[in-house]
């Protein structure tokens, strides 16, 4: 079992930048591949990226590649999720997500409680 809990959403300006993080409870971080969520209103949750236990491979969807980047700092149970160019549609709580092994590149076995990120045209 791990927990998550999300920090670092806001409101911001569009072409603005964001950093969310993510701590995850318990001495097993290593073993999770871990991921980032979104959901806009109306809408149903997508997947923005992924990062594999090792930290060596990523995954991120098509609306994001380029502006966004994800990392882990194993020593800090954390991960990140770097956030650029922000545009209006990028609007949405975002949510940490934590897989086991089989769930790579989807990682979703675990959900943190979501951050609200708000971009301003």
């Known amino acids: 079992q791990v927990q998550l809990v999300e920090s670092g959403g806001g409101l911001v300006q569009a072409g603005g930048s964001l950093r969310l993080s993510c701590v995850a409870s318990?001495?097993?971080?290593?073993?999770?591949?871990m991921g980032w969520y979104r959901q806009a209103p109306g809408q149903e949750r997508t997947f923005v990226a992924s990062i594999d236990r090792g930290g060596g491979m990523t995954s991120y969807a098509e609306s994001v590649k380029g502006r966004f980047t994800i990392s882990r700092d194993g020593d800090k149970n954390r991960v990140y999720l770097q956030m650029s160019s922000l545009k209006p549609e990028d609007t949405a709580v975002y949510y940490c997500?934590?897989?086991?092994?089989?769930?790579?590149?989807?990682?979703?076995?675990?959900w943190g409680q979501g951050t609200q990120v708000t971009v301003s045209s």
């Open positions: 997500t934590a897989g086991v092994a089989g769930t790579w590149p989807r990682p979703s076995d675990y």
């Open positions: 318990g001495r097993t971080f290593i073993r999770y591949n």
